[in-house]
Every structure is written in structure tokens, then in C-alpha cells.
């Protein structure tokens, strides 16, 4: 299946593809008010594309930087080439504590290395404790946003959920009344856990330590209650100096939901008198990205989400049409670095409109990035046939002045005449299948130039 | 006479094969350390200058900081001095049970060995915060000002005292006048928060349940 197939499948209820499209646009208009409201945010995007660029280009020297500090932290550093690694990494720790209670604040990084079937299969529980998160875990669901987990629901379903796992009353559906039900449920899990796992939103070179943002608080009380702490990061989440915080923070709530800042920006640099910290540090396909000068920026994403919110595709072919960790434009760029043939159709997936371009935080070249990866797949012979064929006879007909303008003629007479069977035909024309031909004109711009030329 | 021009391929150009990054030999034992680190030697970009951050000024007034942390779902409280704390506090939390707070005598002693069994019935923390960020209602609280790093977000209800000569404009100032970030510390910006169900507001996710500033 590609990304068409699934997203017909989404678009298939028309009101929720309706609600979809009107939710996240609200969001984005909600990040333009917020961002409208710093005169000098233009310069804070500037300053954070330069700081990410820089410690890509110094990337080897601020890794042990980073490493030599955490440790003089009294914090224990790992390794993980891939998610393998990094996986039975994790799972060391634990088994090293004998610990069974686990719970996890968010964190894309142990989603990309599937984490969680890792540990069940090792008869290891783990809670996700971000509301959303848990939504979608008691669903058995991805994540189909970055920071809006579970935004695919409605609240019934929610309410279902709940009802089936949390026993809430059946048909229960007010957000206050089932947030309440899993602040109950959860505070339970995290007064229990032995040992919480985090993502990392940002890792600061000078200092060693990590910082994680969050609304909800579930980070803070999950880690500072447990007795170990294991923070799993991509080698791209480094950034220099502490003061660079200042930009990153400005930014990034700002993108993402349109709040100044996100409730809890939580510094963990040294663990706790008698506890343990952890951090893993992982490529899985990160440096192999930073050998590719024409996709490297991807690395510079803080996501934010906000490319999410504004692409016109992703609003209305949801976030599990790209079957991807990451899904929507940024998505669409990572996901081929992973694994080209799975995720081929992702780079068509979008109108090239320039839109997550244009409210990157950290200005990265996404649509860009899309374009050039669909020449790679094109070279790479990973793109269907049809479209393959159709773009081949489409391109010498208009490197063609001649095909062009009999083509151009025949078509504007022709039009009228052409059964719809014809041009609505489902297996040749797949552009047909929601749209209309227009009225064709009566003369082509050639044909009304040479007129005006004549007068 | 008006000619088409052989249409031109849009200026896009791949600035090189995509996939011929280099390739590092390492002997079969070299950890993943190593082999990370010289990845990412042998395949980042060349050096580009780290910018200076210059210190955005902007609107420092506790009015200002008023005005966003209520937006946010916080509330701002004046004080006439450090003595009429208690007074507002048995005002705003007539029922509270249990309180802890470094600032006044009578409270739940807790430290930094404190149980979880204890700590989860406090229902009011009280504690002094150090920079209040005008620009988005942000409050810096160290640990040292904490009693216990969980304190903050297991308690069912969170006030922060703050000098309002404390306030910075934004978190360029504020990060400026941060030693260090210590062990742990974090900005607290109002009250915990969600809005995964259908993108409704909900305060009280997980952590405290409100989040009342006493200004001085
Ligand atoms: S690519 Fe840019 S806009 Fe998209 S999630 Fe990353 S930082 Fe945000």
C-alpha cells in the first residue's frame, strides 16, 4: 500500500476528514498569532538554522563534549549504532534493577526503534504517561502527529477507550471528565515505577545536560519519582551552549501549539543523591542522513510539528497515511533515509506549495528536500510504473513546441466530445477520480497573442 | 515574432549523488562509540561560524507577566511583604491538609529522602521562585528550591513566590542570569496542562492542578 491508497482509506468519512483539516489549520493559525507577536522571531529562526548548522559541521567534537560532561555529571553514557542496540541497552538497565514497573514520557526516538513490543516481548510492562500516548497504547495505535499523538480521534472514541480499559461510564465523552480518569489511572503507575524512560528534547553540549519539554508534567513526575532514569537521544539533539536554550525555547512551543512556552522546560543535568541516570545516545541512519548534503538539514528538526499543521496533504490524508514514525513533510524526507523502498511514495505525498518551508522553525528546505528525493527514487527506479511512464510521455510532449500546440488544439476541441467513461476511466486517470474537466477555452495564450500582435 | 522556449527544467540541481557518502572501515571490534563518532567525522559538513545570540530586550514589567501567565491558565497574587503569606494562603486554600513549604514554620518536613508515600498527599507546595519571564509567564525553579524534585509536579496545587524585581523580558535574560542549571531545575509556566482529547483545554493533566504566582 502507498501513501494514495491509505489516505483514500482516511478520506473515506468526509466529516472527520472535514474536522481533521479545520483542527490542525486551527492550530496553525494559533502558531501565526503567537509567532506575529515576537518582532524578532524571523531572526530567531535565522539564529537556530546557524546554531544547527554549526553543530552538525562540529557534530564528532560536540558529541564527546557532550559525553565527557554528562559523565563528570555522575550520568551513565551509552552508545547505540541502531535500534537494536539501543533496545537491549535499555532492557539491560532494567533487567540490571530487576525492575518490572516502567513508565515512559514521550519520545519519537523509542518509537522509531519500536521500544515497547522490544520490552513486552521480554515481559517487560511499560506505560506510556502523555495522555495522548496512552490513548493510542490502550488502542494499539501509532502516534499519527508529533506532538498531537492521538489527533485522529474523536472524543468518543476516546470515550470508548475508556470505557473499555479505564471503566468510565459508557458513553462518557467530556475531555475534563476522561483527563481526570487517566490522571487517576496514571498516578498510580507513576507512584509504582521502578524506572522512567524520556525522550530528549534538547542536549547541551557545554553543560551535559538534557532538556525536556512538556504541558502535561509527565516527564518530571515520572523521572523524579523513579529510581532510574533513561533518556534516549538522536546524536542531532545536541546544541552547544545553555544560552542557545534561549532561542530553542522561543521557538519551539511557539511552532508547535501556538503557546509562548510549554508548561515544564526541565533541566536534568545531574541525577538525583542515590539515584541513576541514564543517557543513550543513537544514530540508527543519523550520520548516514549527515553524508547526504542534499537531505542533511533534516537532521536540524526540532519537531515542532508545525509542518504537520500547515501541509495541505497531511490535513487531509491524517498522520497514519504515511505509515511512517514521523509522519507529513519532514516525515516524508527521514523516512526514505530509513528505508527507501517502504517509504517511496511518501516524497509524492505532498503539493510542493512551500508552506512547511515557510513555518519551519529552524528553516529547513522541506519541500526542497521533497522535490530532490523524488529524482533519487526516480533514479532509483522506486517509483510506479504509471506514474513513471505518464511523466516520461508528459515531458517530451512539452519539451515540444509543435506537440505541444496540436496537442494544445486537439485538446480544446476534443475536450467536449470525450465520453466520461473515457477520461474518468478509475485505472488511467487516478487525478480524475474527485475532479471535474474544466470548460476548455476557445483559443490557446499562443493563438491570442499572435492576434494582439496582428492589431 | 513570439517563440516558445524550449521549456526549461526547473534550476533544482542534486549538489551531489545522494548515496556516495563516505564508507569507514573499522575492524570489526571498534564499539558503537567509535564508530558513530568517526561517522559523524567522516560525513559532516564543513564548519560554519556559531552565530551570537544578541540579548532580545523587550517588556519587562509584572504587568506584562501578569497579563501572560493568565493566558496561560495561571493567576497572579500581589503580596504587600513576605509576612502576609500565610495570611492569603489560609485565604486562597481554606481546606488544604497537607502543605509543605521551605518558607514558613508548621508544614510537612520533606527533603530530598522524602518517600513517594508521603509526598503523594501533599496537596499544596509553596515555594520560592528565582526569574519570572515576562514574555511567556515562565518561573525559574531550581532544585535547591524545590525540597524534592518531585515536589512541584506530584502536589495537588503549586504556588511559587516571586520577588516581582526578579522579572526579566525574555528567556535570553533569563538564561543569562542562570549560574547553572544545577542537578535539575525547571521553567514552570502555569499549571499542568493537556489538550490530546480533541485539542479541548483541559488544566490538571498530571502534575499540579493550579498555579497561583505570589508576587512581592
Ligand atoms: S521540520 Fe521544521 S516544522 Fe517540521 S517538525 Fe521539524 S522543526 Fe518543526
Redo the contacts between chains.
Keep these: 500500500m502507498n501513501h494514495a491508497t491509505r489516505a483514500a482509506k482516511f478520506i473515506g468519512d468526509a466529516d472527520r476528514t472535514t474536522w481533521h483539516d479545520e483542527t490542525l489549520w486551527f492550530v496553525r493559525t494559533k502558531r501565526d498569532k503567537a509567532v506575529y507577536a515576537v518582532p524578532e522571531f524571523q531572526d530567531l529562526r535565522e539564529l537556530a538554522s546557524q546554531i544547527k548548522n554549526h553543530t552538525l559541521s562540529k557534530l564528532d567534537f560536540y558529541l564527546e563534549q557532550f559525553e565527557e560532561q554528562a559523565k563528570r555529571n555522575g550520568v551513565h553514557v551509552h552508545w547505540a549504532a541502531d535500534a537494536d542496540e539501543h533496545n537491549a541497552i535499555i532492557l539491560d538497565i532494567i533487567r540490571q534493577h530487576n525492575a518490572t514497573r516502567i513508565v515512559k514520557s514521550k519520545s519519537m526516538l523509542t518509537e522509531e526503534c519500536h521500544l515497547n513490543p522490544h520490552l513486552i516481548a521480554n515481559g517487560i510492562e511499560v506505560v506510556d504517561t502523555d495522555l495522548g500516548e496512552r490513548i493510542i497504547q490502550l488502542r494499539d495505535e501509532a502516534p499519527s502527529h508529533l506532538v498531537l499523538p492521538a489527533i485522529h480521534l474523536k472524543k468518543e472514541d476516546v470515550g470508548e477507550t475508556f470505557f473499555q480499559h479505564l471503566g468510565t461510564a459508557k458513553g462518557e465523552v467530556d475531555p475534563q471528565v476522561l483527563t481526570e480518569a487517566a490522571r487517576q489511572h496514571l498516578r498510580a503507575r507513576f507512584l509504582a515505577a521502578e524506572v522512567a524512560i524520556s525522550g530528549v528534547n534538547f542536549a547541551v553540549a557545554e553543560t551535559g545536560g538534557i532538556v525536556i519539554c512538556t504541558n502535561e508534567g509527565n516527564a518530571d513526575l515520572g523521572v523524579n519519582l523513579a529510581h532510574v532514569h533513561i533518556a534516549a537521544m538522536g546524536i542531532e539533539k545536541l546544541i552547544p551552549r545553555l544560552s542557545d536554550l534561549s532561542v530553542f525555547t522561543r521557538l519551539l512551543a511557539r511552532s508547535a501549539t501556538g503557546q509562548p512556552v510549554t508548561t515544564y522546560t526541565s533541566h536534568y543535568t545531574k541525577p538525583a543523591a542515590d539515584k541513576e541516570m541514564h543517557i543513550v545516545i543513537v544514530d540508527n541512519g543519523r550520520t548516514k542522513q549527515l553524508g547526504r548534503p542534499d537531505f542533511r538539514a533534516s537532521l536540524k528538526c526540532i519537531r515542532c510539528g508545525a509542518c504537520m499543521n500547515t501541509c495541505p496533504v497531511y490535513r487531509r490524508s491524517g498522520g497514519h497515511s504515511y505509515d511512517a514514525t514521523v509522519p507529513g513533510p519532514i516525515g516524508s524526507i527521514l523516512s526514505p533515509n530509513i528505508d527507501m523502498k517502504k517509504h517511496s511514495s511518501l516524497p509524492f505525498a505532498s503539493t510542493l506549495c512551500g508552506s512547511c518551508s515557510d513555518v519551519c522553525p529552524v528553516k529547513i528546505d522541506i519541500h526542497t528536500q521533497l522535490y530532490k528525493w523524488r529524482q533519487v527514487l526516480a533514479e532509483a527506479n522506486e517509483i510506479p510504473a504509471s506514474k513513471k511512464w505518464s511523466m516520461k510521455l508528459m515531458g517530451r510532449f512539452l519539451t515540444s513546441p509543435r506537440a505541444l500546440g496540436i496537442g494544445g488544439k486537439l485538446a480544446r476541441h476534443g475536450i467536449k466530445f470525450l465520453p466520461y467513461s473515457l477520461t474518468h476511466a478509475r485505472h488511467f486517470n487516478v487525478w480524475a477520480v474527485a475532479r471535474e474537466l474544466p470548460e476548455p477555452p476557445k483559443q490557446s495564450f499562443h493563438e491570442w497573442y499572435k492576434q494582439q500582435q496582428v492589431k | 515574432?513570439?517563440?516558445?522556449h524550449?521549456?526549461r527544467k526547473?534550476n533544482?540541481k542534486?549538489?551531489?549523488p545522494?548515496?556516495h557518502?563516505?564508507t569507514i572501515s573499522l575492524s570489526p571490534l571498534s564499539?558503537?562509540?567509535e564508530?558513530?563518532?568517526?561517522?559523524?567525522?567522516?560525513?559532516?559538513?564543513?564548519?560554519?561560524?556559531?552565530?551570537t545570540?544578541?540579548s532580545?530586550e523587550g517588556d519587562a514589567s509584572a504587568e506584562r507577566f501578569t497579563e501572560?501567565l493568565t493566558s496561560?491558565g495561571g493567576q497572579v497574587i500581589w503580596l504587600e511583604g513576605p509576612e502576609q503569606l500565610q495570611q492569603v494562603l489560609t485565604q486562597l486554600f481554606p481546606d488544604s491538609r497537607i502543605s509543605a513549604s521551605p518558607l514558613f514554620p508548621g508544614t510537612l518536613p520533606v527533603d530530598?529522602?522524602t518517600t513517594?508515600?508521603v509526598?503523594?498527599d501533599v496537596d499544596l507546595a509553596v515555594l520560592p521562585g528565582e526569574i519570572g519571564?515576562a514574555?511567556?509567564?515562565?518561573i525559574w525553579l531550581p532544585e535547591a528550591n524545590m525540597m524534592?524534585?518531585?515536589l512541584?509536579?506530584?502536589t495537588q496545587h503549586l504556588v511559587l513566590v516571586l520577588d516581582h524585581k526578579r522579572i526579566v523580558a525574555?528567556?535570553?535574560q533569563?538564561?543569562?542570569q542562570?549560574p547553572?542549571?544545577?542537578?535539575?531545575?525547571?521553567?514552570?509556566?502555569?499549571?499542568?496542562?493537556?489538550?490530546?482529547?480533541?485539542?479541548?483545554l483541559?488544566i490538571?493533566?498530571?502534575?499540579?492542578r493550579s498555579l497561583i504566582v505570589l508576587l512581592y
Excluded: C
Aim: aromatic content about 8%.
Design positions: 515574432m513570439f517563440t516558445l524550449k521549456w526547473p533544482i542534486l549538489t551531489s545522494p548515496f557518502h563516505f564499539s558503537s562509540r564508530k558513530i563518532l568517526a561517522a559523524a567525522r567522516a560525513n559532516k559538513p564543513e564548519e560554519t561560524l556559531l552565530p545570540v544578541p532580545f501572560v496561560i530530598a529522602l513517594t508515600e509526598l503523594a519571564v514574555e511567556n509567564g515562565a524534592h524534585r518531585a512541584p509536579t506530584i525574555t528567556m535570553h533569563a538564561y543569562a542562570l547553572s542549571t544545577g542537578g535539575y531545575g525547571a521553567f514552570v509556566a502555569g499549571p499542568s496542562k493537556t489538550a490530546d482529547i480533541e485539542q479541548s483541559v490538571g493533566a498530571h502534575g499540579a
